[in-house]
């Protein structure tokens, strides 16, 4: 991405960005080309993700940062298809690992370091003409609302392991769906 081929994968003067301009595929790391490589970034981030949310102690938030720069990967590639496949993923996931205050906590956390990739992504900005490539820095309000996203997610985070509470998943079952079904028709769109 940043104009260097440490895995040799181009010719030396080549690289992400000159697709379809100088030849006619892409590659992402020694999985493939870069539909193979997003889909299992597809699998990684959602399984990142569980098991952060899932871990009993705090040597699992270890897998955020790693998470986080993954996710910010799969962004920036640009493959619409893993990012549909991942948000959708991750949005089962949110559903489905909630069960208590202290996995929402988590679960926002997450969320939260998620928000962060995907400001950077959204901030640094790639402009390709062969055979140069600049990166220009890109601060708008987009920007400060994803951020303050990130903020908002964050506290809420805090808030929830403040304030422990339990679920009655008998009555909540029902929201749970709804909610479920709600954000997979959003990562749809």
Do not use: W
């Not at 949310?53 to 590639?77: C, D, E, I, N, Q």
């Not at 600049?134 to 990130?150: C, P």
């Amino acid at each position: 991405f940043m104009d260097k081929n440490p895995l040799h994968l181009y010719p030396a003067e080549y690289y992400y960005y000159a697709a379809q301009d100088v030849y006619t595929a892409r590659f992402l790391s020694t999985l493939g080309n870069e539909g193979i490589a997003c889909a299992f970034m597809c699998v990684c981030v959602p399984f990142m993700f569980a098991f952060f949310v899932t871990g009993k102690t705090k040597r699992s938030a270890l897998v955020l940062p790693v998470m986080a720069v993954t996710f910010f990967v799969l962004l920036y590639t640009g493959v619409l298809g893993g990012m549909l496949g991942c948000c959708a993923a991750l949005a089962l996931a949110c559903v489905t690992l909630f069960k208590s205050s202290r996995r929402l906590s988590r679960i926002l956390l997450a969320l939260s370091c998620l928000a962060v990739a995907e400001a950077a992504k959204y901030l640094i900005v790639p402009s390709y003409s062969y055979p140069e490539l600049k990166f220009t820095l890109r601060a708008d309000i987009v920007l400060v609302f994803i951020l303050l996203a990130a903020v908002v997610l964050a506290a809420l985070s805090l808030l929830c392991y403040m304030c422990p509470f339990r679920i009655n998943f008998a009555r909540a079952r029902g929201v749970l769906f709804l909610l479920g079904v709600t954000a997979l028709l959003l990562a749809l769109l």
